[in-house]
């Protein structure tokens, strides 16, 4: 087999940006430079001529996505200096046709990306017959989002045409490993370098894998081994950006710093410090849950307090959110437990026993129902609908990756502004 391609797919708005980083990801081993949509976008096919001026020996591949006007979208990325031009594999044979005429006519090469495409072993093989030269398994980042992998689609088309068959779609250095096993002669990677801090070293360790796919492929968490893994690397703050800033409760503090919870919810409906219902939801939690108690806004008296913590810690709940009060504060802190609160107050209530155990309730703003994940750190609580958990962890891990690229940038002497293009992107 001959040498595996690395392409960096540079899936940005800004050309600047674009630049530097594709210049990084060469220097860590990238063969193709690909101009993505979003840039294609954003910078039109300038930023197809600023990429091939500044790497004049390297392939680059223009994303166009085409859907329809193949002659003329063909023509503008080849004229701007691509060699390889994208085309969707579920636009119509007449586009595919022209696409490929085109390409013969300018001297480019057309790959076909087979997003979407609900069969894809039959459309490659359309493909193959309409000329196409290179086949791309891609699965886009919302479908990622979901658990929809690129190394699965990928092994579905193995075997079934003879071109070079391109993968991309949420890799990194096992799963890259894992497409060149299964037959991958391309191999697409975006934010896992685009967005490092380190582009160079990341490009690198894929080259790696490439050069060597030996790499043990990672054993497959449970859904939800990996949604709190991946919370436990993400923010609060993350979550919300991903939720569209949604989510998040109003008026806790974290009563012990440096301290995370992460978890699905039990959820607990009392009245002014009534602790019977909160004490005894401890007991139905899981190691690993979260406790949130509404306790009626009430923040006069405590339905919690060191006891309570010291039984929740022992059953291994991870974390206590409470709309009311807390008390014995200082023996919660000394315990270093995740407890968030909006008061503190001496006053404890009584064990009357009013109330429910995991039934939907409303707490500091937010509707939660049993199941729904939490993630609570010195930043706040977010609450995470149950049904979308898995997609939302992912997106605040990529929320997570480019904040660490922006950062690395600033780290270099930039601004935040400079670096988003404020100025360029503010709501006309």
């Not at 017959?129 to 891609?138: C, R, S």
């Not at 191999?187 to 894998?209: F, N, Y």
């Not at 929320?399 to 503010?426: F, N």
């Amino acid at each position: 087999m001959t040498r595996p391609t690395l392409q960096v797919a540079l899936d940005i708005l800004e050309l600047h940006r674009a630049a530097l980083i594709a210049r990084e990801a060469v220097a860590g081993g990238a063969d193709w430079i690909e101009v993505g949509t979003p840039l294609i976008k954003s910078e039109g096919m300038a930023a197809v001529r600023e990429l091939r001026s500044a790497f004049p020996h390297q392939v680059i591949v223009a994303d166009m996505k085409i859907a329809d006007t193949g002659t003329l979208e063909v023509e503008m990325a080849a004229k701007a200096g691509a060699n390889i031009v994208c085309v969707l594999a579920d636009a119509d044979d007449s586009v595919i046709a022209e696409c490929v005429r085109a390409a013969r006519l300018y001297g480019v090469k057309i790959m076909a990306d087979l997003i979407h495409v609900a069969d894809p072993v039959g459309r490659a093989k359309d493909l193959e017959v309409l000329g196409v030269d290179i086949v791309n398994a891609h699965v886009g980042i919302d479908q990622q989002m979901l658990g929809k992998s690129s190394v699965d689609l990928l092994r579905t088309l193995a075997g079934s045409v003879s071109l070079p068959l391109a993968v991309a779609g949420g890799l990194d250095a096992a799963t890259a490993a894992e497409c060149v096993r299964a037959g991958a002669e391309i191999v697409i990677v975006g934010g896992w370098i685009v967005k490092s801090g380190d582009v160079e070293g990341s490009a690198r360790t894929i080259r790696a894998a490439l050069d060597d796919p030996s790499l043990a492929p990672a054993k497959r968490a449970s859904p939800d081994e990996e949604i709190r893994a991946i919370l436990m690397q993400v923010s609060a703050p993350n979550v919300t950006d991903a939720m569209h800033r949604k989510g998040a409760m109003n008026g806790l503090v974290p009563l012990t710093r440096g301290v995370k919870a992460v978890g699905p919810a039990v959820t607990v409906q009392t009245f002014a410090g009534d602790w019977a219902k909160p004490v005894e939801a401890i007991d139905l939690c899981r190691p690993g849950d979260v406790l949130v108690i509404n306790n009626d806004g009430r923040t006069h008296v405590a339905p919690w307090g060191e006891l309570a913590t010291h039984s929740a810690q022992n059953r291994g709940v991870t974390g206590v959110i409470i709309d009311g009060a807390v008390r014995d504060v200082d023996d919660i802190r000394a315990m270093q437990y995740p407890l968030f609160a909006r008061a503190c107050v001496p006053n404890a209530g009584e064990a009357k026993g009013f109330g429910e155990i995991n039934a939907e309730i409303a707490c500091c703003g937010q509707q939660v129902r049993p199941g729904d994940w939490i993630i609570a750190d010195e930043s706040g609580a977010v609450v995470i609908p149950k049904e979308r958990a898995y997609e939302i962890a992912r997106r605040a891990l990529e929320v997570k990756k480019m904040e660490e690229r922006v950062r690395a940038e600033i780290a270099r002497g930039s601004t935040l502004a400079q670096v988003q293009e404020l100025y360029k992107w503010e709501k006309k």
